[in-house]
């Protein structure tokens, strides 16, 4: 059973801060992940993919992907309220299909 | 370029009713994808073709669901005798190539979705 796991907040942060979201993952041999944006009502949007250890940066969006703990990682630097999303961690194990977590709900406070 | 399209984009139909959804994926597209979300959680896999080979329909919850994409482009998810518990949002996702390849490929672009509610 693969399983994704996220905290599922609500997360709030004031505006300008940085918000940090996480996500574990059960299957070691899970190569790609991703984190999609998704806001109220609409589809998921790819923000971030990460396929290597290490940090991966990407205007505000920062990556983080630490394979032997399982761990991976979003930062978002000078936080927006246009941010104010749920933020999905989705892993691929290599061969087709992706597994979600539930998503963190983020909230920017003006 | 276009991204992924679905339609309808809200669908209501009455307990035991058939509905199909359509899925049209960016072009050039090898890989499609459908996905289940329901309210609060994130997004289930259904079934995977790559061109017109269905090669993953482990997801799909019961024999009731049947997806079909004859010509390797426009898919459809058909859901035959609909229940309560099939209202949902369907989602349609497509990536260049197969996962097994080149990583950077396999990122999947979802479309709008269809929100299907079984009165």
């Known amino acids: 059973q693969k399983e994704v796991e996220q905290n599922s907040g609500p997360l709030s942060v004031p505006e300008g801060a940085i918000a940090s979201l996480n996500c574990t993952y059960s299957?070691?041999?899970?190569?790609?992940f991703f984190w999609y944006r998704q806001y109220s009502g609409k589809s998921p949007e790819l923000i971030m993919s990460i396929y290597s250890n290490g940090d991966k940066e990407d205007g505000r969006f920062t990556a983080q992907l630490n394979k032997a703990s399982q761990y991976v990682s979003l930062l978002i630097r000078d936080s927006q309220p246009s941010d104010s999303a749920t933020y999905l961690c989705a892993v691929n194990d290599g061969a087709n299909n992706l597994f979600f977590g539930t998503g963190t709900r983020l909230t920017v406070i003006p | 370029g276009a991204g992924v399209s679905q339609s309808p984009r809200y669908k209501v139909a009455k307990r035991g009713q058939d509905v199909a959804l359509r899925c049209d994926p960016i072009?050039?597209?090898?890989?499609l994808f459908w996905y289940q979300q329901a309210l609060g959680q994130g997004p289930e896999f259904l079934t995977y073709f790559q061109n017109e080979a269905q090669l993953d329909k482990s997801g799909l919850p019961s024999d009731r669901f049947f997806a079909e994409r004859p010509e390797g482009s426009v898919s459809t998810l058909k859901i035959q005798r609909t229940q309560q518990e099939d209202s949902a949002v369907y989602l349609c996702?497509?990536?260049?190539?197969?996962?097994?390849?080149?990583?950077?490929?396999?990122?999947?672009?979802f479309g709008p979705g269809t929100r299907l509610t079984v009165l």
């Open positions: 299957d070691r041999v899970s190569q790609s």
């Open positions: 072009s050039g597209h090898v890989s």
């Open positions: 996702a497509s990536s260049l190539v197969r996962g097994d390849l080149a990583l950077s490929y396999n990122e999947q672009f």
